[in-house]
């Protein structure tokens, strides 16, 4: 009976999702925008919560390669290496114009690699200092894509890289609408479905992860590193992992938002990018995949409907008080009701293993009844129930 209401659950909310794009867009394509931004946000808190939710490991620098596969696809997708080197131009004078298919292992691959030579100097850091050391790294790339415009030009510094391809692939080109017998599918709308169909690949490839023998060395490193290690588990290679894990769907993300885009530039990948990242894990529930996917919806949506509000309270007060102002104050006030309300998060993950005290109590030694066809706890002495097991004579 529960499964069979699960699967109906599970086709209602897909038929939702696969319907929801056709109804906004009849409301304009803004409210589309929203939404693809919001699955991009989505992939972005998924790769950040094997990090922070399933190893433990505070990356305050996640930005970092979300820039990575954005530059990768940005130089990959537009005619800049070829205005640029003139040796490259000679090898493909069409243009680079990279596929869908080899864009996305591309990035995955870049970005992993990355995320690894990141967690290669901070294995034996914790807490606050590996937060300090990823934000410095976060910083440096953004540093770097700011100043790679001489001696030669990368990146094009801060004017970052325009005219990017939008995604095409067996024929079908994103950045045209979609016609079909009358009925206009619009691009956002295609980047919609394709954004979705990641974000649900995203969600069983974390499932899986969390599940597996290496989602339970994380969890286990997250809990307590150094029994972890007395327990035979890797840190070392589970720590590079998560972080190659963690970057690769962050990287995949980047792409995906440099070809929505058709620009990218520094100023997309500031530190409070990052901050933002964190927040909607932690905000939804760090290590619990629906409370991550609820915080970074709402998140991400949460600015744009708020300027259907700060625009009339800045009429109200004559423009006296900038519009973009109430907005970041209205997202920092319900940020904070949340935390005081449901410190952990929105939709927290079930406790494992940390209630386990069973129904009832002994009423001499305060110690826990015995379970059904248990005579006897195991950690009390035979034949002695007041006098609970110990070291001491």
Not at 74 to 85: C, E, N, R, V, W
Not at 215 to 240: H, V, Y
Not at 253 to 264: D, E, K, T
Not at 354 to 370: C, D, V, Y
């Amino acid at each position: 009976m529960k499964n069979s209401k699960n699967i109906v659950v599970f086709l209602l909310a897909a038929v939702g999702l696969l319907v929801l794009p056709l109804l906004l867009q009849s409301q304009g394509n803004a409210w589309v925008r929203i939404a693809d931004i919001a699955l991009l946000y989505v992939m972005l808190a998924l790769g950040l919560n094997i990090v922070v939710g399933y190893a433990g490991l505070l990356d305050l620098g996640y930005v970092a390669f979300f820039a990575i596969g954005a530059y990768l696809y940005a130089l990959l997708g537009s005619p800049h290496l070829t205005d640029t080197f003139p040796a490259v131009k000679a090898m493909f004078p069409n243009g680079l114009h990279s596929s869908l298919l080899l864009v996305i292992p591309a990035a995955l691959g870049l970005a992993a690699l990355f995320g690894a030579l990141l967690g290669a100097p901070t294995l034996k850091l914790r807490g606050d200092y590996l937060a300090i050391v990823t934000l410095g790294f976060g910083e440096i790339i953004r540093v770097f894509l700011n100043n790679l415009d001489h001696p030669i030009n990368l990146t094009n510094g801060p004017k970052g890289i325009t005219a990017i391809d939008p995604v095409h692939f067996w024929g079908l080109n994103l950045g045209k609408p979609l016609k079909f017998d009358g009925f206009t599918i619009s691009s956002v709308t295609l980047y919609y479905y394709l954004f979705l169909a990641l974000v649900i690949f995203t969600i069983i490839i974390s499932h899986r992860l969390q599940v597996s023998r290496i989602g339970r060395a994380w969890m286990a490193i997250r809990e307590d590193e150094i029994a972890a290690k007395a327990m035979g588990i890797n840190t070392r290679n589970m720590k590079l992992l998560a972080f190659a894990m963690g970057a690769s769907f962050g990287g995949v993300s980047g792409a995906m938002f440099a070809s929505f885009q058709g620009f990218v530039s520094p100023e997309s990948f500031s530190l409070m990018e990052s901050v933002m990242i964190v927040a909607m894990v932690v905000l939804g529930g760090i290590g619990h995949l629906p409370g991550v996917i609820l915080g970074a919806v709402l998140l991400a949506a949460l600015p744009e409907v708020l300027r259907y509000v700060a625009g009339p309270l800045q009429a109200m007060t004559d423009g006296r008080l900038d519009a973009s102002i109430l907005r970041q104050l209205f997202i920092a006030l319900a940020m904070i009701i949340i935390m005081l309300v449901r410190p952990r998060g929105l939709w927290p993950s079930p406790e494992h293993g940390k209630s386990l005290a069973r129904k009832g109590t002994a009423p001499a030694s305060g110690m826990p009844a015995a379970a059904p066809g248990i005579e006897v706890p195991a950690d009390e002495v035979p034949g002695d129930a007041s006098r609970p097991m110990s070291i001491n004579p």
